[in-house]
């Protein structure tokens, strides 16, 4: 059974920083896109960012500029670098991978993340 096991969410003020952590097996890792989504209150999950193996990354719009996608391939981690956060930003973000060469797509547990203005 795949296991994505996220950490790094927490309470923050507005203009603050967090950084979101999520590891898994490296045989799915390694074939992955990894991707970070979000999910507020009473709104529908929406994506964050995502990066492919070799690393080419993309963004939502409204976080472009301020947040920042990355993976260690090493550690079998990918990272979400958050900058310059604001009270939209509060949400539950769940890390997820995608690839054509697993039987399934994989979703961590979530991690709260609490933006106060």
């Known amino acids: 059974q795949v296991q994505l096991v996220e950490s790094g969410g927490g309470l923050v003020q507005a203009g603050g920083s967090l950084r979101l952590s999520c590891a898994t097996s490296k045989r799915i890792f390694s074939i992955s896109t990894m991707g970070w989504y979000r999910q507020a209150p009473g709104k529908q999950r929406e994506l964050v960012a995502t990066?492919?193996?070799?690393?080419?990354?993309n963004y939502a719009d409204s976080v472009t500029g301020r947040f920042t996608i990355s993976r260690d391939n090493d550690k079998n981690t990918v990272y979400l670098q958050m900058n310059s956060l604001k009270p939209e930003d509060t949400a539950v973000y769940y890390c997820?991978?995608?690839?054509?060469?697993?039987?399934?797509?994989?979703w961590g547990q979530g991690t709260q993340v609490t933006v106060s203005s």
């Open positions: 997820n991978t995608n690839s054509l060469y697993a039987s399934r797509d994989y």
């Open positions: 990066i492919t193996p070799g690393g080419r990354t």
